[in-house]
């Protein structure tokens, strides 16, 4: 911060602390105004730690009250991790599934593995975070999980025979949850296959379950209250693609095609005002990819806690502060639109569909090069982590696409009216593996998690990729 010029671009909360505390000079000139500035920044650790904040993309959590180590550093070690990379590998092993399913949350990855979960707290250098890890045990294998740290819970579906199970338990200690045991699907043809998955996703009040329903040969969609274990919302659809909470109650869920048999599109569902059976409102059909996916900007940051087994607990941003980001049509690469831009439409019009021509002026579209073979997830905030191969095959390269309204270089107005559009800050990175070697990514905050195929195009079942952390 020794550049005057840079302190226009702060957020106004932060000039106001910093204005409210500097002492009034006798001449008030700017040179004076901008060394009492540099002079109170220095000598305030606090106000340091929240320039490390901003400097590191977490601006909306000025207000949090939590500590980190020399936060000043954090954009500068940020900008230096992509240029030497420090790879820490986890051998896992994972049984049954050939890779299962993968979560993160705040920083936590969890994979199954020998019929359990195993659980890793991603190592963060800016939060002085070492590695650890602890695993929940079950007798049988699981057809998908989702956790959340907050509420020290965990949610796993089990097929057992003709039916699946969910069981709710403790994350820390995998006691059982007193609302432990909920029916999803009972199959009338069969035993359920053990490669059947579930999707899952859970808020602080809220579960929601999607899985394939051989009987009915649709997607069968479930909404519970999980604190008391009511089932609020049951529905059948042949469209449905995947899902996520834009806040503790709403949901968004992505469709193959409209309910008018258009092109696809997301639904808008809102858990405290549905009963059974009860339509959802429809936000957009447009071109939206046919191999389809939704992202949602989860947690803000996490810090360390000495009574948390996992010893991190994540933020979850208002809605305010998160971020949508679905798959478009090949060569048009993924939009992006702030969920608070969504919301508001969503309640001026009320039960209304919204049309794809209504949505496009909030939604700015990134186009992206070679053929996407990787997930995207976001880091923190509003970046955005990418990777894809080039057009040959051979490579994979990780792109970040900064979307803050604070990126050091080119920004996007995100709050913007459409009519101008500037793209986001790009960081390109190349990774240090074959494409067809890379399974899947994800990302914890300053950290990257890449499985690798044992062997090129993972031609070997059942056995598990190597999880790396750069």
């Not at 045990?137 to 740290?149: I, L, Q, Y």
């Not at 982590?385 to 900064?402: E, I, M, P, Q």
């Amino acid at each position: 911060m020794t550049d005057t010029n840079q302190l226009g671009r702060l957020p106004w909360e932060l000039l106001e602390e910093i204005v409210a505390q500097l002492p009034a000079p006798d001449i008030l000139t700017l040179e004076k105004v901008a060394r009492g500035f540099h002079d109170f920044i220095r000598s305030s650790p606090r106000i340091q730690h929240k320039l490390g904040l901003w400097a590191a993309g977490l601006e909306h959590n000025l207000s949090t009250s939590f500590t980190l180590v020399d936060s000043v550093k954090a954009l500068k070690e940020y900008r230096t991790r992509w240029k030497s990379v420090n790879i820490d590998r986890y051998q896992t092993t994972i049984g049954t599934h050939t890779f299962g399913a993968n979560v993160d949350v705040g920083g936590v990855f969890a994979i199954p593995k020998d019929n359990g979960i195993q659980f890793y707290t991603l190592p963060s250098s800016l939060r002085a975070i070492a590695p650890k890890s602890h695993k929940i045990r079950f007798g049988s294998g699981v057809a998908g999980f989702t956790f959340h740290p907050q509420e020290d819970v965990v949610v796993v579906a089990v097929p057992i025979g003709r039916i699946i199970n969910l069981h709710l338990i403790t994350m820390s200690g995998g006691v059982p949850h007193p609302s432990a045991l909920k029916q999803i699907i009972e199959s009338e043809t069969g035993p359920i296959s053990p490669s059947h998955s579930v999707f899952l996703s859970i808020t602080g009040h809220r579960l929601a379950s999607m899985a394939e329903n051989t009987n009915t040969n649709t997607i069968q969609l479930n909404v519970w209250d999980w604190r008391t274990g009511e089932l609020l919302f049951e529905h059948h659809s042949p469209y449905y693609q995947s899902l996520g909470f834009l806040d503790d109650y709403r949901l968004v869920i992505s469709v193959s095609a409209s309910k008018h048999g258009g092109s696809p599109g997301l639904l808008l569902l809102d858990t405290k005002r549905v009963s059974l059976m009860v339509p959802t409102q429809t936000l957009f059909h447009g071109p939206v990819s046919s191999r389809q996916w939704i992202c949602l900007s989860e947690a803000g940051g996490y810090h360390p806690s000495p009574q948390d087994t996992l010893s991190s607990t994540p933020f979850y941003p208002a809605s305010s502060q998160r971020i949508l980001a679905l798959s478009l049509e090949p060569q048009r690469g993924f939009g992006v639109i702030k969920v608070e831009t969504l919301l508001k439409l969503a309640r001026e019009r009320a039960g209304e569909e919204i049309h794809w021509e209504e949505w496009k002026p909030y939604l700015v579209e990134t186009s992206t090069e070679g053929t996407l073979n990787a997930s995207y997830h976001w880091l923190s905030g509003f970046r955005l982590f990418s990777a894809s191969v080039t057009k040959d095959g051979r490579r994979c390269d990780l792109h970040v696409y900064d979307f803050s309204p604070h990126a050091r270089m080119k920004f996007l107005h995100l709050a913007g009216d459409g009519r101008k559009v500037i793209r986001p800050s790009v960081v390109g990175h190349r990774l240090p593996w074959n494409a067809m070697d890379i399974h899947d990514i994800t990302f914890g905050h300053d950290s990257m998690v890449v499985q690798l195929c044992p062997i090129s195009l993972g031609s070997i079942p059942n056995v598990a990729p190597d999880i790396e952390s750069l």
